[in-house]
């Protein structure tokens, strides 16, 4: 609903004469925006791959309820197939880094679209006549007079010096990104080995869930995503200064790594323990007791759900 929301904003917003937005469009928007309407494929690919992520959880709170665990792990399997075949159909399209989310997100206030607009959509109803300008009263239309500025009101005088003019109209000025086609913010993939790196990394969540369906406890599982996800990092290109859209996202997928704290064997042996003791310790402390209250309130979900910290 969240999604369908956005693409008739995005559809009014682009057709309205009216719209200007108040900040410029992100790369991300751009470039996700880009190819959702030069390919259709990767249109519906990426609606649907973020139709699983959305509802991934929910869906195994349902297998949880209804099925056995074999059933429910199964299942699971299915969902990270999915995911991985979409993710590599997306990189066939694009030839390019997969950016996630890989959808163009909303950037924009629904509040911010003229609503005396000239154009109409089918599934939005049609926009009330503007009310009639309210008029002034005749006691104040000669008020025009301005009253003496109190001293207690007066400004202060400037304690420094007036920003430089280079200083404000650097982050005005244009870069390379706003002047690229919106497809060419993200370089192609060049050689064999930067392949290898984004096929490992999307295929990771899927041997990582397979692994774990067997009924494995040890350490195993965690290991073997986590040199997969090693091993892709090695792998990657470096992007080049300009390259800001590529370079966030490796620096999203490096920040990801701290979640193996939260999965596995080392969330069983390691982590797990240490929140625990931190919740008994302040569980009787004033406001800091409402953090361990949450934290233990937190933990039997991480034990229960694989999609509450899934790579």
């Not at 200083?167 to 000025?173: G, H, N, S, V, Y």
């Not at 086609?181 to 060419?184: D, E, G, I, K, R």
């Not at 490096?254 to 193996?260: F, G, P, Q």
């Not at 003791?277 to 934290?295: C, M, Y």
């Given at each position: 609903m969240s999604m369908y929301h956005d693409t008739l904003l995005a559809k009014v917003a682009q057709t309205d004469p009216k719209y200007k937005p108040l900040i410029p469009t992100s790369p991300h928007?751009?470039?996700t925006r880009a190819w959702c309407d030069k390919d259709a494929r990767y249109k519906w690919a990426a609606r649907a791959l973020e139709l699983i992520r959305f509802t991934e959880l929910l869906v195994e709170m349902g297998l949880r309820r209804k099925v056995s665990r074999n059933t429910r792990w199964r299942g699971i399997?299915?969902?990270?197939?999915?995911?991985a075949l979409l993710r590599l159909v997306l990189l066939r399209i694009t030839r390019r880094p997969l950016l996630l989310p890989s959808l163009p997100e909303r950037e924009f206030d629904p509040e911010n679209i003229p609503s005396g607009s000239d154009t109409s959509s089918p599934t939005l109803a049609p926009s009330s006549p503007p009310s009639s300008v309210l008029s002034t009263p005749e006691h104040l239309k000669n008020n025009h007079i301005p009253l003496p500025i109190h001293p207690l009101l007066t400004p202060p005088p400037p304690?420094?010096?007036?920003?430089?003019?280079?200083?404000?109209?650097?982050?005005?000025?244009l870069t390379t990104a706003s002047v690229k086609?919106?497809?060419?913010l993200v370089k192609p993939l060049a050689s064999p080995k930067e392949w290898l790196s984004e096929i490992i990394y999307h295929v990771r969540p899927l041997v990582y869930a397979i692994m774990l369906s067997s009924g494995r406890k040890d350490?195993?599982?965690?290991?073997?995503?986590?040199?997969?996800?090693?091993?892709?990092?090695?792998?990657?290109?470096?992007?080049t200064q300009s390259a800001a859209l590529e370079r966030s996202e490796y620096a999203r997928r490096?920040?990801?790594?701290?979640?193996?704290l939260l999965r596995g064997s080392l969330w069983e042996g390691w982590t797990k323990p240490k929140l625990e003791?931190?919740?008994?310790?302040?569980?009787?402390?004033?406001?800091?007791?409402?953090?361990?209250?949450?934290?233990k309130d937190w933990i039997?979900?991480?034990d229960e759900y694989y999609y509450y910290t899934a790579p």
């Open positions: 928007t751009r470039y399997v299915v969902l990270e197939a999915i995911k304690t420094q010096s007036p920003i430089p003019v280079e200083e404000f109209l650097l982050p005005k000025a086609a919106p497809t060419s350490t195993k599982p965690l290991m073997t995503a986590l040199a997969m996800e090693l091993l892709a990092l090695n792998l990657r290109r470096v992007p490096d920040r990801d790594i701290i979640w193996y003791s931190i919740a008994d310790k302040t569980s009787r402390a004033p406001l800091i007791g409402v953090f361990g209250a949450l934290v039997p979900l991480i």
